[in-house]
């Protein structure tokens, strides 16, 4: 069961399930709901405090007020970058990442699909070796290899077949002679 989603101005939505340990989904990321309120808190004390600190010292340095309130919110600014990366360092990701063996079938399955959505992948003798090698190191050169094999011996098969064609074009079926009837 969801509670009640929420979206403000900026297309921010979240939503909490039920039994999730506090958790909540904002932006599509999951994040727990006390974390999320400590790092608002932090977030706004750093940044006001830098707003309000930059806006009293620059009133008296710089000749324009406006001038002075526009730098004060340019550190402010500074103060979110700054909350940012101490919240990041505070409450640190929950999540677990768990690699699994992938499915050669499924890989090929996707594979598949991609040309039938897009046509010919092409060959990999075409890519730069950059790209080759990083294939290689995501454990996807043999696929696509194979599929370059198969995609190579389909097209050798299809060329062997029309000219085949054309032989038989070529070369007209032997007819029977007419042979003048014998008197």
């Avoid at 921010?12 to 399930?17: G, K, N, P």
């Amino acid at each position: 069961m969801h509670a009640p989603s929420s979206s403000g101005a900026t297309g921010a939505s979240a939503s909490m399930t039920a039994g999730s340990g506090g958790l909540v989904e904002v932006w599509g990321d999951t994040v727990n709901v006390a974390h999320l309120g400590w790092s608002i808190i932090v977030g706004s004390v750093i940044s006001l405090s830098g707003y309000f600190i930059a806006s009293r010292l620059l009133t008296a340095i710089v000749a324009s007020p406006d001038m002075a309130r526009a730098y004060a919110m340019l550190v402010g600014l500074a103060g979110c970058l700054i909350s940012g990366v101490v919240c990041a360092r505070l409450f640190a990701p929950k999540r677990e990442v768990v690699e699994e063996g992938a499915d050669p079938f499924w890989r090929e399955e996707a594979l598949e699909q991609l040309v039938a959505e897009t046509g010919a992948l092409g060959s990999i003798a075409d890519l730069p070796p950059a790209a080759v090698q990083e294939l290689k190191e995501l454990g996807l050169y043999e696929l696509f290899a194979s599929h370059d094999n198969m995609n190579a011996e389909q097209v050798a098969a299809e060329e062997q077949a029309l000219h085949e064609q054309a032989l038989r074009r070529e070369v007209p079926p032997s007819q029977p002679s007419e042979i003048p009837p014998s008197r």
